[in-house]
């Protein structure tokens, strides 16, 4: 049996580094588990694309992550590059999400499109979507701009094969 200590320590005032305190409020904000499903939900969505690709181009490599910074809430990405043409730029299928709106009205942008790694070149974009910040809303909205990223294995394969594109 431990003994209970009875002494405590006074508070200490710290003003520095509070730059990186991220405050969690709001439906869109439930903390890091709904964008870790919402970054699974286009994961899944995205499955069969490398398939897709590999149809139109040889010694495709495919990656996949998922990024967040001070500005957005969730980045989730395919990246395709040619293992036997390192020069041409690598293609990057990603979804972006940017929580918007107010206190009392959250809401989260999404952006998915298709581009160069390097050169940023776009390939195609869809176009950005506006859901309310609940988890239904975003599951959903992943699901269906995954879905229709999906679509364009050709797109990438032709941009994985043109030789304008290297970088």
């Known amino acids: ?9 006074p508070a200490v005032c710290r003003i520095g580094g509070l730059e990186r305190l991220v405050v969690f409020d709001g439906p869109a904000a439930m903390g890091s588990q709904i964008w870790t499903e919402v970054h699974e939900e286009v994961q899944r969505g995205l499955v069969g694309l490398d398939e897709l690709v590999r149809l139109g181009a040889s010694h495709v490599q495919v990656g996949a992550g998922r990024t967040k910074g001070r500005s957005f809430r969730l980045f989730t990405y395919l990246t395709f590059s040619r293992t036997d ?8 299928v990603g979804v972006l999400f940017t929580e918007a709106g107010t206190d009392e ?35 959903r909205a992943a699901h269906r701009l995954a879905y229709e990223l ?7 394969a032709a941009a994985l094969r043109d030789p304008s594109r290297r970088a």
């Open 1 to 9: 049996m431990s003994a209970v200590s009875s002494q405590s320590y």
């Open 85 to 92: 043409a390192t020069d041409i730029d690598p293609v990057v």
């Open 105 to 139: 009205e959250k809401h989260v942008v999404i952006e998915a499109d298709i581009s160069g790694e390097r050169t940023g070149d776009r390939i195609m974009a869809l176009a950005p979507r506006t859901v309310p910040a609940t988890r239904e809303e975003l599951l």
């Open 150 to 156: 999906s679509c364009h294995g050709q797109r990438i």
